[in-house]
């Protein structure tokens, strides 16, 4: 292939060395101090008892305010990542960078942004999978190697990234963070290809796993997806107007990061697709040979937000299509509907809409929990959920209540919760959850407990319903969850942690292990 217009390699491609650039990196600070953010009071703050998403990105082609927009867009992405965030920009020349540890909000403000000018910016917000959780492993990523200065932000987990590491070690590299995304970093450098993208495509062909990625260069934006489309990745335009002339190419993990831009969502990335932005237009190129779709059916679950559309499907419709095939799967003679704010109020919305059973909001939720709290000396029951959550007493005393969630990790927080309506004077508590019992863990981007942890994987679901003390539990079926997200013949999504089936091999599972068995 032709190399593109100015991404002739000008250099020997003999160096390997990767610089990063972290003299922008800074703490989040809470008035001047350093944050407290112990792993306990991290924890309370971040429902340990859910699996988590791990990363948002964005990326912006051809704006006056890019690293505004890129700021704008992370902050409708920070559902999926609270513990790092970063922009870094390009006015033509020069990248910068600017990350650090905390919220968008506790990262970015004026000055911050002043320092990220440019008309192309990508950003990140992280929520650890794989390497430790410190600023050194905050995205993007930012490098000098033999094909210029590179930023990099990654969603997805590398499953060969220690296999490939250890190969890269042994040939002189040298790595500066323990992310699975500077091995991409690495693979571009070394790459023998003579364009930047031919690079890019060539790296990509030797990873393994779920990745959405956006890159940047002084002139250009990439953005690909892994050949399986493991993690969410949209296109977007924010069309010219009288003051700016050209549109404005966007990229970004969901659509409610467009909404906030003005931008119109155009398609998605498609499953090992790699799209390069720059002053000759927009390209594409599938840099791998076609592989069976094995989307995360859990964004529609849980992950993505309801005003998304994800993997071409309205998030919103998904989520009530979940609660009325579990109405008609599990019924439930009962008074009143509640769901567990606020993931499960989609699918507690569809489950009365089918049942006819109306929905009351008999838990309320703090959505001003911080990050920094002091406990009590004297113990308070149930703290962390009672931090977050407080049931309504006149709407549950009496009630025969069906609670709805969206899953049951450990089962710890179920069981809190149905204590606290119990409390509160409800009759009855009967527990539906709209998807199948979670048995195995995730190799694909998302923070899964180990499997000694997923109570799923250990006990029966009656036993489950002893344990959390509902007096009925039921799960939505696999079937149900499938036809709930439009999945075709042959099947679109991942399913691999309601079957422990994996659509890809699987390295060393305990040295890939998540990030929360690190810290547990
Ligand atoms: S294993 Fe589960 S959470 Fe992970 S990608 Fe597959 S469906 Fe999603």
């Not at 990063?20 to 600070?29: I, K, L, Q, R, V």
């Not at 010219?240 to 659509?255: G, I, K, L, N, R």
């Not at 499938?482 to 091999?505: E, H, L, M």
Request: charged share 20%.
């Amino acid at each position: 292939m032709a190399p593109h217009p100015g991404l002739e390699n000008r250099e020997a491609w003999g160096t390997h060395k990767v610089i990063p650039y972290f003299e922008d990196c800074f703490e989040a600070t809470d008035q001047g101090k350093p944050m407290q953010l112990t792993t306990d009071n991290w924890r309370l703050a971040t429902d340990t008892d859910k699996l988590h998403e791990e990363c948002g990105v964005v990326a912006i082609y051809g704006h006056p305010e890019a690293s505004k927009l890129a700021y704008l867009s992370l902050y409708a992405l920070q559902h999926r990542g609270q513990e790092s965030a970063g922009i870094a920009s390009s006015d033509g020349e020069q990248l910068r960078l600017h990350k650090g540890m905390g919220l968008v909000s506790d990262i970015f403000n004026a000055d911050a942004l002043a320092r990220v000018p440019g008309s192309l910016a990508i950003g990140h917000t992280r929520y650890s999978t794989t390497g430790n959780s410190a600023l050194l492993n905050a995205q993007p990523i930012m490098v000098e190697c033999s094909k210029g200065k590179i930023a990099l932000a990654h969603n997805g987990n590398i499953t060969n990234a220690l296999e490939i590491r250890a190969q890269l070690d042994q040939q002189g590299s040298i790595f500066q963070t323990t992310s699975d995304t500077e091995v991409i970093v690495h693979l571009i450098a070394r790459s023998r290809e003579h364009t930047l993208p031919d690079a890019i495509a060539d790296s990509l062909r030797r990873v393994e796993g779920a990745f959405s990625l956006v890159m940047l260069t002084p002139d250009r934006i990439f953005a690909a997806r892994d050949p399986r489309g493991f993690r969410p990745l949209v296109m977007g335009k924010i069309p010219a107007t009288a003051a700016h002339h050209a549109d404005t190419v966007v990229f970004a993990s969901e659509t409610c990061a467009f909404d906030l831009i003005g931008a119109a969502y155009e398609r998605e990335v498609k499953p090992g697709e790699l799209v390069i932005v720059g002053p000759e237009g927009v390209h594409s190129r599938f840099y791998s040979a076609q592989q069976p779709q094995s989307s995360c059916i859990f964004e529609h679950v849980y992950f993505s937000r309801p005003d998304s559309m994800v993997f071409g499907r309205a998030v919103q419709e998904s989520r009530d299509a979940m609660g009325r095939q579990l109405a008609l799967e599990s019924p439930v003679i009962a008074d009143i509907v509640v769901p567990v704010p606020d993931s499960g109020v989609t699918a507690a919305m569809g489950f009365a809409h089918e049942s006819g059973i109306p929905l009351q909001f008999g838990l309320i939720r703090n959505h001003y929990v911080g990050r920094t709290f002091i406990e009590p000396e004297q113990r308070v029951r149930d703290f962390g959920v009672k931090l977050k959550l407080n049931p309504v007493r006149n709407v549950l005393s009496g009630k025969r209540v069906v609670l709805i969630d969206d899953s049951i990790v450990r089962g710890t927080t179920s069981k809190k919760i149905v204590r606290m309506v119990r409390d509160a004077g409800a009759k009855e508590v009967h527990m539906r959850i709209s998807c199948p019992p979670t048995i195995s863990p995730c190799y694909y981007g998302v923070d899964t407990p180990s499997k000694e942890q997923l109570i799923a994987a250990n006990k029966s679901v009656e036993d489950i319903r002893a344990y959390i003390g509902a007096d009925s539990l039921a799960y939505l079926s696999l079937e149900g969850l499938r036809k709930a997200v439009g999945d075709s013949d042959p099947p679109v999504y991942c399913i691999a942690c309601y079957t422990g089936k994996y659509p890809t091999k699987i390295v060393d599972v305990e040295e890939i292990a998540p990030a929360m068995a690190e810290t547990s």
